[in-house]
């Protein structure tokens, strides 16, 4: 048995639209400008997919990651290395 975790940075979801709406209405900007400001933060320069996140899935749900057991895998684009 194995049990590994995936931990998602940012990834381009409804849910982030809806953040990025926020930020956009409150900070008087375009939708395109805090999308825009949130991407540069992250090293990769751009949000992850949903189809990045599902094969990350999917490997770890395979026979080819049976020996890969207890990893927290960060799928952030090296969001969380660039702060530290």
Same mark, same amino acid.
């Given at each position: 048995? %194995?049990? !590994? !975790? #995936?931990?998602?940075?940012? =990834?381009? %979801?409804?849910?982030?639209?809806? #953040?990025? $709406?926020?930020?956009? &209405?409150? $900070?008087?900007?375009?939708?395109? &400008?805090?999308?825009?400001e949130?991407?540069? %933060?992250?090293?990769? /320069? ?6 990045e *996140? ?8 395979? $026979? =080819?990651?049976? *020996?890969?057991?207890?990893? !927290?895998?960060?799928?952030? /684009?090296?969001?969380? !290395?660039? %702060?530290?």
């Amino acid at each position: 048995m %194995t049990i !590994n !975790n #995936l931990l998602p940075g940012i =990834h381009a %979801t409804d849910r982030a639209d809806a #953040l990025d $709406r926020g930020v956009a &209405e409150a $900070r008087g900007i375009t939708l395109a &400008e805090a999308r825009a400001e949130r991407a540069a %933060t992250i090293p990769a /320069g751009r949000y992850g997919t949903p189809a990045e *996140f599902g094969a990350a899935c999917a490997f770890l749900c395979s $026979r =080819h990651a049976g *020996f890969i057991v207890g990893q !927290n895998v960060l799928l952030d /684009g090296g969001a969380v !290395n660039a %702060t530290m």
